[in-house]
């Protein structure tokens, strides 16, 4: 008898079999990488955040601080004198710009360029019209315990993201 060209119904299911066992093996690698790219998308997202704002200081000749509200997740900028009555016109009371990190993606602590790390809290880094910064790194953990630091530079001002130990 000539067999046909197609597949028999036993060798369809040893494929969807072989398939399936991969799929099961492949899966848990592949969600691993995401929360760690949520991590280090938060951390490039805050470095971007904080390049702007240097860069805001330096084009506006105005001190800016960013603040980092450490339980809420969130970071957004101000000018020392916004706050109260030494203001100086409209734009120094309007609201300033908010970012919050991914879902699953926290600020683990603040560390200034000299004192005690702050795990909780309010973590401030100034930055000058000369383009330097009053210096200080900010820890970022993802789900899995991925940490990356986001650190300014006390002399240039300049925001350097590495992987945290």
């Given at each position: ?87 100086d ?34 973590f ?42």
């Open positions: 008898m000539k067999r046909s060209g197609g597949f028999t119904l036993f060798e369809l299911l040893v494929v969807l079999v072989l398939v399936s066992l991969m799929t099961a093996l492949a899966a848990p690698r592949l969600v691993g990488s995401l929360s760690r790219l949520g991590a280090r998308t938060s951390a490039q997202k805050v470095s971007a955040a904080l390049r702007m704002l240097r860069s805001k200081a330096a084009t506006e000749k105005k001190t800016y601080l960013a603040v980092f509200e450490m339980d809420k997740g969130a970071l957004h900028f101000k000018r020392p004198d916004s706050g109260g009555s030494g203001s016109g409209p734009e120094a009371a309007a609201p300033q710009k908010r970012f919050t990190l991914s879902e699953g993606v926290r600020f683990e602590k603040g560390i200034p360029v000299q004192g005690d790390a702050t795990p909780s809290g309010e401030l880094i100034a930055f000058f019209p000369g383009g330097g910064s009053s210096g200080g790194t900010v820890v970022l953990t993802g789900e899995n315990d991925r940490r990356y630091a986001v650190s300014a530079d006390l002399i240039t001002g300049a925001i350097r993201v590495a992987e945290a130990e």
